[in-house]
């Protein structure tokens, strides 16, 4: 199979960047979280609102800047069953890595998750999405990243979920949690379609790769330290069917 272009940015990274990967590697896990975790350097407050009575498989969609990171965390998350990325709020014909990246296609980067609500609720993997995995305050932009297909959305699958989702926010905003309004949208009725193989899995296939250990490998550590009762150490993996590389 070849290997898709991904992002500029994502391929070329600087020197500079490259020195600070690996002053990264030796650095304590903890002088991570101050920074990943919205500067709070706790954990936020749960939902006062959260699902009640579920039983069997849960989805819901999260999208928050690069979906290797997402995915790569949600991976570590106890009662997660599967974490595959792909594409919300477009359509079909767009759902394509070299279409989305172009910013006009309507599409997120998300990450479909399916849990187990006896062992993870959706507010505790929103209050992950909001204390680990982004910066919910910047609009089209994470990180590096910068287009809607980077926004922080949220993709609610029934009118319980989007009634989660705009009370949590709600509750974040009235609380003053960070220093700007959340600007996650919650767009219902979207479908979601899975990305190309050599996006699955991609921090644990190569977490050596510059951009993974600059951005996402401290979320995955930040999840660690701040959630610990939630944290598992093997990933679950999504399958990959095709042979892939790394770029």
């Known amino acids: 199979m070849t290997f898709h272009p ?102 997120a980067e998300s990450v479909k998750l399916v849990y187990d609500p006896s062992q993870i609720s959706m507010g505790r993997l929103l209050q992950i999405f909001y204390s680990v995995v982004h910066d919910p305050t910047t609009l089209d932009y994470q990180e590096y990243d910068s287009g809607p297909q980077y926004r922080s959305a949220i993709f609610p699958f029934n009118p319980g979920q989007s009634a989660i989702a705009k ?11 960070f220093k700007a309004p959340i600007v996650t949208s919650i767009e219902s009725g979207r479908t979601f379609y899975r990305a190309e193989d050599y996006h699955q899995n991609f921090v644990y296939r190569d977490p050596t790769f510059p951009y993974v250990a600059v951005n996402d490998l401290p979320k995955i550590a930040a999840l660690k330290r701040l959630f610990p009762d939630l944290y598992r150490e093997q990933p679950v993996l999504e399958k990959i069917t095709t042979k892939v590389m790394t770029p």
């Open 167 to 177: 009370a949590y926010i709600d509750q974040l905003n009235q609380a003053h949690v």
């Open 6 to 107: 991904l992002h500029s940015f994502r391929r070329r990274l600087s020197a500079a960047t490259i020195a600070l990967t690996l002053a990264i590697a030796i650095m304590p896990v903890a002088l991570f979280a101050q920074e990943v975790d919205q500067d709070t350097g706790v954990v936020i407050p749960k939902p006062g609102l959260d699902e009640k009575g579920a039983t069997g498989p849960q989805t819901l969609v999260l999208a928050g800047g690069c979906f290797w990171g997402v995915q790569g965390v949600y991976e570590h998350v106890k009662g997660v069953t599967s974490a595959v990325a792909g594409y919300a709020g477009g359509k079909k014909g767009t759902a394509v890595y070299q279409v989305v990246a172009r910013g006009d296609s309507g599409h």
